[in-house]
DNA sequence: CGGAATCCAATGGGATACTG
DNA sequence: CAGTATCCCATTGGATTCCG
């Protein structure tokens, strides 16, 4: 752990960034980025309406946002169709796609860790003390 | 990947839940959490106020909750020594420390991407229009 | 020291209604 | 269809104070 000295001293400074990966946290573990970004890459490009359907509980204003969140940070692109009706579709970009092994080994850890976590929860609300 | 079927047929009535990480997320990137276990991985065993100092930004109140939670997830263990003054001690538990790879390719991910979604934001601020 | 209690401000997100 | 606009509530988190 040679070389960590100035990353130490960072954080004294700005302490949050403490965590290497507070960054990455922030723009791919946001609220509903995951779901969204999950159902682009596993159904491909998909329609608005189409993605609020798949996700089920989002509402259309929140879907905007983080939309217009992940297109902003690269992970997503929109293409606008001058129609009438219109039509807009969103595709996970390469960028995007490249989460995706980070997906497979979260998704692999919840597999093999997920009851642990419920079987502490477990013990600890069977303590009456707290 | 057999034995899937039936979480995937939950994602169809409980969407929220169509993407198989969202569990992990809600477990392990809560706010404040990635900061916490990263210090305790890399810092080891500490005490309440060190965990303060290390951390920076975060109120006691607020690093209270989350290591409540994350000792009722099995992710940290408190000990407390009925000494005066009281000494109360964290440790990260070998599940906490299971998620160590997970950090290590987000830390990675982080590393090669990082300046990407920069660039993507930059780019998607330039544009007058929005 | 290691919190708990209280109060308060900001934010996020849901519900609803409306529009190009 | 693909949003936007508005209202509103619940949760989060900061600041402060106090206690065993």
């Known amino acids: 752990m040679a070389g960590d000295a100035d990353r130490v001293a960072d954080a004294a400074t700005d302490p949050e960034l403490a965590c290497p990966t507070s960054a990455v946290v922030d723009i791919v573990f946001s609220r509903w980025t995951t779901p969204i970004l999950w159902t682009l890459h596993t159904h491909g490009r998909q329609r608005f309406v189409e993605l ?3 996700i089920g509980t989002i509402t259309p204003k929140v879907l905007t946002q ?3 969140q992940l297109e902003r940070d690269g992970m997503v692109v929109r293409t606008y169709h001058p129609e009438v009706p ?3 579709e969103y595709e996970i970009t390469e960028l995007g796609r490249s989460l995706a092994p980070l997906f497979a080994h979260l998704a692999e850890w919840a597999s093999g860790n997920l009851d642990k976590v419920e079987r502490a ?4 609300d069977a303590v009456p003390s707290r």
């Open 66 to 68: 983080r939309l217009r």
């Open 86 to 88: 219109p039509r807009v």
């Open 121 to 124: 929860r477990h013990d600890y």
């Open 52 to 54: 609020e359907r798949l």
